[in-house]
């Protein structure tokens, strides 16, 4: 930040003095000669503290130096200042050079605490206490700077001091309870914060204190929140940085000390008074802050930025959290803070390539908008009335450009996508609060135009691009727009298809950044050309990258599946027409657009809960549309590693379900899928998913079993080889009646084509001549056309039908009072 300080010109020009007793720290580093040349002051730091700098500016050096004890306690001893105190105000003007020296040296040292610089070493984690950086007393003695450079109104020492604040603040795995939350909690430490974003009278464009206090904010949130990714890591005998979380230092800590909202209130008015400044600015409007003091416009239009693109991060960091979407919209809703929502959303907009078009030009920090996308997410799906206003302000334009720029990162993909989510779902439910459909038709650009155009109100349009019908019938009910329509005519069907794609180059970048990621040498270093993601020393970057990739195919195949989901107008009206053809149209594009294909990708390597919502669009589309099936086949979803994943009985049981229904559709369509499907080992899994506790998978297990049988007896010796007919045969006394139901269909169907299974199939008999009385008509049907199936080939089991008294019950089915109500 600018400012500076009108002493500190002549501050640098004080002789320095020894201190007066010797420390351990001195043996290491001779104390500052004051004649030396070398020590100028104000300008540089002394040749003490400038050698340290040189040993921590390669790996080599950082690794000896976090054993170095001596010299550690003397960088923070410098940093040990008492608030508020002439003492502290004098010693930080002359020792200005030395501190900001201390605090980019401690800065590295913790934010490589448990990182490995890129051809470095790897660093040694002490487990004996004695580090000063990991046991919280670097943090402890930056807070005391900090507070000392705010009261003195220093700006570029309390903006760097809180720089290193961010990275040494949240407690580590051997932070002792007094040092942890700096000695004070963390409450009191977001209290401190949000009088820093205060600094300069709440002016965030007239130094770089408030962008500085609110990265704090997200440091410590986002601390908070790996913390306990970590303690839910041990909990299954893992370790993510050999880290344990404290009571203290939770997620649910953050929540409970966020709970106040007025952290998130003071970020939102940063936001807002960071918009208001920039504007002024840009337009040359007059500032107070103007002038001899050298904060000059293009300096508060910087301030202004990097406030607003950190008070994202802050509020991303707090949505990460879970359960705060609602706290989120509440504070930037608030009619103080009128610009907040607007610069979030403009800082989302991948269009938006540089703020401003003129001198104050600069680039966007990709991390920005990732940010400020994801705020906006979390504030959206929590709230119908905040997605209402997101709409007006073009945000579903936004969200789709940063889809389908090819650059997009996975973290800036999904927080877009799960925007998008919120965004369709509001526009095609105007029952919700804020308004009806045609308020929210203002903000969506030649979108509203063609939806409008489908407007089955009625009515003719006017050279204003109303409709007759909605002027002379104002309180006429409205249909809102169906989101087959609204994903067919935006644009959204192909932008997902390029985010799905993963050698797309945003992916490919991010993932060429796990590899030659550097631990955070520059505290402000921008990550264009890398990870997306905050380059954080607490932060896993495989585990983040591997999450925002399954995040973005999970929240695309959610958008994708809300046209199925969406219930259709009555039929025969002018509005279920209309809906037809959307979703013709819809499936068009999901056709021509290879969307299948994509997710067939996309899916692969995905585990758990993460297979959900892929699972259930890709099955909606292959027993949909044949063409949907081919793309599923030649897009390689029968590969045997895929189908184990999707097929493994860990899998949640609706992810079983979905899989079962695409293998055993492929199966239904073609005998050609057949030997994709063996060679898939689909043979190898059905047995353990035959005797799944949900019953749902262990009927569509049995139905899949069945249409393997239906074309040919191409499976009859491996399902027989594999003793998969006993644990068949026992489906037919299952307590599900959807499994008994799909029992006797296998089973027919595994006697129709040949006798060479009559030999297994011959216990099935009794429970079979059962089934002809259960309580559900098809059931009987399949239990009758199952036991026809084992004497059309042969008569080998003729004499077991008889002596379990199948003759008589099929009789009687057949001319009892059912079957004569049925004729």
Same mark, same amino acid.
């Given at each position: 930040?600018?400012?500076?300080?009108?002493?500190?010109?002549?501050?640098?020009?004080?002789?320095?003095?020894?201190?007066?007793?010797?420390?351990?720290?001195?043996?290491?580093?001779?104390?500052?000669?004051?004649?030396?040349?070398?020590?100028?002051?104000?300008?540089?730091?002394?040749?003490?503290?400038?050698?340290?700098?040189?040993?921590?500016?390669?790996?080599?050096?950082?690794?000896?130096?976090?054993?170095?004890?001596?010299?550690?306690?003397?960088?923070?001893?410098?940093?040990?200042?008492?608030?508020?105190?002439?003492?502290?105000?004098?010693?930080?003007?002359?020792?200005?050079?030395?501190?900001?020296?201390?605090?980019?040296?401690?800065?590295?040292?913790?934010?490589?605490?448990?990182?490995?610089?890129?051809?470095?070493?790897?660093?040694?984690?002490?487990?004996?206490?004695?580090?000063?950086?990991?046991?919280?007393?670097?943090?402890?003695?930056?807070?005391?700077?900090?507070?000392?450079?705010?009261?003195?109104?220093?700006?570029?020492?309390?903006?760097?001091?809180?720089?290193?604040?961010?990275?040494?603040?949240?407690?580590?795995?051997?932070?002792?309870?007094?040092?942890?939350?700096?000695?004070?909690?963390?409450?009191?430490?977001?209290?401190?914060?949000?009088?820093?974003?205060?600094?300069?009278?709440?002016?965030?464009?007239?130094?770089?204190?408030?962008?500085?206090?609110?990265?704090?904010?997200?440091?410590?949130?986002?601390?908070?929140?790996?913390?306990?990714?970590?303690?839910?890591?041990?909990?299954?005998?893992?370790?993510?940085?050999?880290?344990?979380?404290?009571?203290?230092?939770?997620?649910?800590?953050?929540?409970?000390?966020?709970?106040?909202?007025?952290?998130?209130?003071?970020?939102?008015?940063?936001?807002?008074?960071?918009?208001?400044?920039?504007?002024?600015?840009?337009?040359?409007?007059?500032?107070?802050?103007?002038?001899?003091?050298?904060?000059?416009?293009?300096?508060?239009? /910087?301030? =202004?930025? *990097? !406030?607003?693109? +950190?008070? $994202?991060?802050? &509020?991303?960091?707090?949505? #990460? %959290?879970?359960? @705060?979407?609602?706290?989120?919209?509440?504070?930037?809703?608030?009619?103080?803070?009128?610009?907040?929502?607007?610069?979030?959303?403009?800082?989302?907009?991948?269009?938006?390539?540089?703020?401003?078009?003129?001198?104050?030009?600069?680039?966007?920090?990709?991390?920005?908008?990732?940010?400020?996308?994801?705020?906006? /997410?979390? =504030?959206? *799906? !929590?709230?119908? +009335?905040? $997605?209402?206003? &997101?709409?007006?302000?073009? #945000? %579903?334009?936004? @969200?789709?450009?940063?889809?389908?720029?090819?650059?997009?990162?996975?973290?800036?993909?999904?927080?877009?996508?799960?925007?998008?989510?919120?965004?369709?779902?509001?526009?095609?439910?105007?029952?919700?609060?804020?308004?009806?459909?045609?308020?929210?038709?203002?903000?969506?650009?030649?979108?509203?135009?063609?939806?409008?155009?489908?407007?089955?109100?009625?009515?003719?349009?006017?050279?204003?691009?109303?409709?007759?019908?909605?002027?002379?019938?104002?309180?006429?009910?409205?249909?809102?727009?169906?989101?087959?329509?609204?994903?067919?005519?935006?644009?959204?069907?192909?932008?997902?298809?390029?985010?799905?794609?993963?050698?797309?180059?945003?992916?490919?970048?991010?993932?060429?950044?796990?590899?030659?990621?550097?631990?955070?040498?520059?505290?402000?270093?921008?990550?264009?050309?890398?990870?997306?993601?905050?380059?954080?020393?607490?932060?896993?970057?495989?585990?983040?990258?591997?999450?925002?990739?399954?995040?973005?195919?999970?929240?695309?195949?959610?958008?994708?599946?809300?046209?199925?989901?969406?219930?259709?107008?009555?039929?025969?009206?002018?509005?279920?027409?209309?809906?037809?053809?959307?979703?013709?149209?819809?499936?068009?594009?999901?056709?021509?657009?290879?969307?299948?294909?994509?997710?067939?990708?996309?899916?692969?390597?995905?585990?758990?809960?993460?297979?959900?919502?892929?699972?259930?669009?890709?099955?909606?589309?292959?027993?949909?549309?044949?063409?949907?099936?081919?793309?599923?086949?030649?897009?390689?979803?029968?590969?045997?590693?895929?189908?184990?994943?999707?097929?493994?009985?860990?899998?949640?049981?609706?992810?079983?379900?979905?899989?079962?229904?695409?293998?055993?559709?492929?199966?239904?369509?073609?005998?050609?899928?057949?030997?994709?499907?063996?060679?898939?080992?689909?043979?190898?899994?059905?047995?353990?998913?035959?005797?799944?506790?949900?019953?749902?998978?262990?009927?569509?297990?049995?139905?899949?079993?069945?249409?393997?049988?239906?074309?040919?007896?191409?499976?009859?010796?491996?399902?027989?080889?594999?003793?998969?007919?006993?644990?068949?045969?026992?489906?037919?006394?299952?307590?599900?009646?959807?499994?008994?139901?799909?029992?006797?269909?296998?089973?027919?169907?595994?006697?129709?084509?040949?006798?060479?299974?009559?030999?297994?199939?011959?216990?099935?008999?009794?429970?079979?001549?059962?089934?002809?009385?259960?309580?559900?008509?098809?059931?009987?049907?399949?239990?009758?056309?199952?036991?026809?199936?084992?004497?059309?080939?042969?008569?080998?089991?003729?004499?077991?039908?008889?002596?379990?008294?199948?003759?008589?019950?099929?009789?009687?089915?057949?001319?009892?009072?059912?079957?004569?109500?049925?004729?």
């Amino acid at each position: 930040g600018g400012g500076g300080d009108a002493s500190g010109d002549s501050a640098g020009d004080e002789t320095r003095k020894p201190p007066k007793k010797s420390s351990p720290s001195q043996k290491s580093v001779p104390p500052a000669n004051p004649d030396d040349s070398s020590n100028p002051g104000d300008s540089s730091p002394s040749r003490d503290f400038a050698a340290i700098e040189a040993r921590a500016s390669t790996p080599e050096g950082l690794s000896v130096l976090r054993g170095d004890r001596q010299v550690l306690s003397m960088l923070l001893d410098a940093l040990k200042l008492p608030a508020g105190s002439d003492p502290a105000e004098k010693a930080l003007r002359k020792n200005r050079a030395d501190v900001r020296c201390a605090l980019r040296v401690v800065r590295v040292l913790a934010r490589t605490n448990t990182n490995t610089p890129r051809g470095g070493p790897t660093q040694s984690r002490r487990d004996d206490g004695d580090d000063l950086i990991a046991t919280g007393a670097a943090g402890v003695a930056v807070f005391s700077c900090a507070r000392a450079a705010i009261n003195a109104g220093m700006d570029d020492l309390a903006a760097a001091s809180l720089g290193a604040l961010a990275s040494v603040a949240t407690p580590r795995r051997l932070s002792e309870r007094k040092t942890r939350w700096l000695g004070i909690g963390l409450e009191a430490y977001l209290e401190f914060l949000r009088g820093a974003m205060g600094y300069g009278g709440g002016d965030p464009c007239a130094s770089g204190v408030p962008a500085s206090a609110c990265a704090c904010v997200a440091a410590a949130v986002r601390g908070c929140r790996l913390a306990e990714d970590a303690d839910d890591a041990n909990s299954r005998g893992e370790r993510i940085h050999g880290r344990s979380t404290f009571a203290d230092c939770s997620a649910g800590a953050a929540r409970a000390a966020l709970g106040d909202g007025k952290t998130l209130a003071e970020l939102a008015r940063v936001v807002d008074a960071a918009e208001g400044a920039e504007r002024a600015a840009m337009i040359g409007a007059p500032s107070s802050s103007d002038g001899a003091s050298g904060n000059d416009s293009d300096s508060r239009v /910087a301030n =202004a930025r *990097r !406030a607003t693109g +950190e008070a $994202a991060r802050a &509020l991303a960091a707090v949505a #990460a %959290l879970g359960s @705060m979407g609602g706290s989120i919209g509440a504070a930037l809703a608030n009619r103080k803070v009128p610009g907040s929502i607007p610069a979030l959303v403009r800082l989302a907009d991948a269009r938006l390539k540089t703020f401003g078009e003129s001198r104050n030009s600069t680039r966007v920090p990709r991390r920005y908008g990732t940010a400020a996308a994801a705020s906006l /997410a979390s =504030a959206a *799906r !929590a709230s119908p +009335e905040f $997605a209402g206003k &997101l709409l007006r302000l073009d #945000a %579903l334009d936004v @969200m789709r450009d940063a889809l389908a720029d090819d650059a997009t990162s996975p973290a800036r993909a999904s927080a877009a996508l799960s925007a998008l989510v919120a965004l369709v779902s509001r526009l095609c439910d105007p029952s919700k609060p804020d308004g009806d459909v045609r308020d929210l038709k203002i903000g969506l650009g030649d979108l509203g135009r063609n939806l409008n155009i489908n407007n089955p109100g009625g009515g003719t349009s006017t050279s204003t691009g109303e409709r007759e019908g909605d002027r002379t019938t104002p309180d006429a009910g409205i249909e809102p727009p169906t989101p087959a329509g609204v994903l067919a005519e935006s644009g959204l069907v192909a932008a997902c298809a390029v985010a799905l794609d993963p050698a797309r180059p945003g992916v490919v970048a991010a993932r060429a950044g796990l590899e030659h990621r550097d631990a955070a040498w520059d505290a402000d270093a921008d990550v264009d050309a890398g990870v997306d993601a905050d380059v954080d020393a607490d932060a896993d970057a495989r585990v983040a990258f591997d999450r925002d990739v399954a995040a973005t195919t999970r929240h695309a195949a959610r958008l994708l599946h809300l046209p199925f989901t969406h219930p259709l107008p009555a039929p025969g009206t002018t509005a279920a027409q209309l809906a037809e053809d959307a979703l013709r149209r819809y499936q068009e594009q999901l056709l021509s657009e290879a969307v299948v294909a994509g997710l067939v990708q996309a899916i692969d390597g995905l585990r758990g809960d993460d297979l959900g919502a892929p699972a259930q669009l890709l099955s909606q589309l292959v027993l949909r549309s044949s063409q949907c099936a081919r793309q599923f086949l030649e897009a390689g979803g029968l590969d045997e590693g895929l189908v184990r994943g999707l097929l493994a009985p860990q899998n949640p049981a609706a992810v079983l379900v979905d899989s079962l229904l695409a293998v055993s559709q492929l199966a239904r369509l073609s005998q050609r899928h057949y030997p994709p499907i063996a060679r898939a080992g689909v043979c190898d899994v059905v047995n353990r998913l035959l005797t799944h506790d949900d019953p749902g998978v262990r009927a569509r297990t049995c139905n899949l079993l069945g249409n393997m049988c239906r074309h040919s007896g191409y499976f009859y010796e491996r399902i027989a080889r594999r003793g998969v007919l006993d644990s068949l045969i026992a489906r037919c006394e299952d307590v599900d009646r959807t499994t008994r139901k799909f029992a006797c269909f296998a089973i027919g169907n595994a006697g129709f084509h040949s006798d060479a299974l009559y030999p297994e199939l011959r216990v099935a008999v009794p429970p079979l001549v059962r089934l002809l009385g259960d309580e559900e008509d098809k059931t009987r049907a399949n239990a009758a056309a199952a036991l026809g199936n084992l004497v059309r080939n042969s008569a080998a089991l003729c004499g077991d039908l008889i002596r379990a008294g199948a003759l008589e019950r099929l009789v009687e089915l057949a001319t009892g009072p059912e079957a004569a109500a049925e004729a």
